[in-house]
Every structure is written in C-alpha cells, then in structure tokens.
C-alpha cells in the first residue's frame, strides 16, 4: 500500500447534522390535499404559532401553491407567508441558470444550515401535473463538506403521508 493509500484509510469524515425539532404531521387528504398548508403548520408550530390548515387556505384563496399559475390566479403563497408573519428567502427557479439540481440543493442546504426549514417540492409516480405534484417540508440535513452541495448530502424530510422522518440522499 503507499502512502496516498494509506492516507486515505486513515482520512476521518466528520459529518455534521442540523435537525429542527418539527415533528412529522399528516395532511388533509380532501380538497387535493393539504400539502403546502400543512407545512407551513409545521413551520408555525416550529416556530410558536398555531396555524390552522383552513386558514392558510382561506388566506391563499384557495390551494396553497409555490407559485401562481397565472397572472389571474387569485392565490398569492408569498402574500400569505407574509399575513403569517413568517420571514422567508424564496428560490430564485426563473433566473437560476439551467439545469438547476446542484444550486437547488446548495441552495436548501444554505437555508437550513442558518437554520430555516424549507419547503420544497416532488413529482409522485401516481400524479401528473405539470410542475409538481406534492410539497414537502425539509428539516434537516446530515453533511460533510460545509461549503457546497455534495451528492452524499442526507436531506430530512417528511412526506405528510406518514408520521416518520426520512432521509435521503
């Protein structure tokens, strides 16, 4: 064995971990589901403050989305986040440079290393829209290299289906 060998068995990982204390909620299933009002519930609670389902709903006028469907959409998810009171950075998806994974992913690991949790979405095999299909809350992430997106992140999340956590690289 040389020495590069060597140095490398020898080289120790250190990963480091941050994970809010947000337990895993359930949506509701009517109304095509409560995914984005249910993790903005688990935010409040996060955070102190009890917030119905309904009334993020009822803010929204209607589902809450990431984003509006169209200019004449009525929903408006930034005004409701801000009639919540919370504070929130939003990923830039128009003006980010194609393909977009890497600084997405660098981009949640930056938010909840300061230490905000984040929302962020998934296609599912059984749904077919056309921008996503399901929000989830992110909260947590297990990591070695603190400086940049690696592929060998952990993200922790819940998927709102199940009361358990689950991590994936």
């Not at 128009?94 to 997405?104: A, G, R, T, V």
């Not at 290393?113 to 749904?127: C, D, E, H, I, S």
Request: one cysteine or more.
């Amino acid at each position: 064995m040389n020495s590069v060998e060597e140095d490398k068995e020898s080289e120790t990982f250190i990963q480091h971990s941050v994970l809010f204390d947000i337990p895993a909620r359930l949506q509701w299933e009517n109304n095509n589901g409560y995914c984005g009002e249910t993790a903005i519930q688990a935010f409040g609670l996060y955070y102190g403050a009890w917030i119905s389902q309904k009334l993020v709903r009822d803010i929204n006028h209607g589902e809450y989305l990431l984003q509006k469907l169209s200019t004449d959409d009525k929903r408006n998810p930034t005004n409701t986040l801000t009639v919540l009171h919370f504070t929130y950075d939003e990923w830039d998806w128009k003006n980010s440079s194609q393909p977009q994974f890497y600084d997405y992913c660098s981009w949640i690991k930056r938010s909840i290393k300061q230490g905000y949790p984040v929302m962020f979405v998934a296609y599912l095999l059984y749904m077919h829209d056309e921008l996503y299909d399901h929000i989830m809350p992110a909260i947590g992430i297990r990591y070695r290299d603190t400086n940049k997106y690696d592929p060998n992140d952990v993200l922790v999340y819940f998927n709102l289906y199940h009361q358990r956590l689950i991590e994936r690289k």
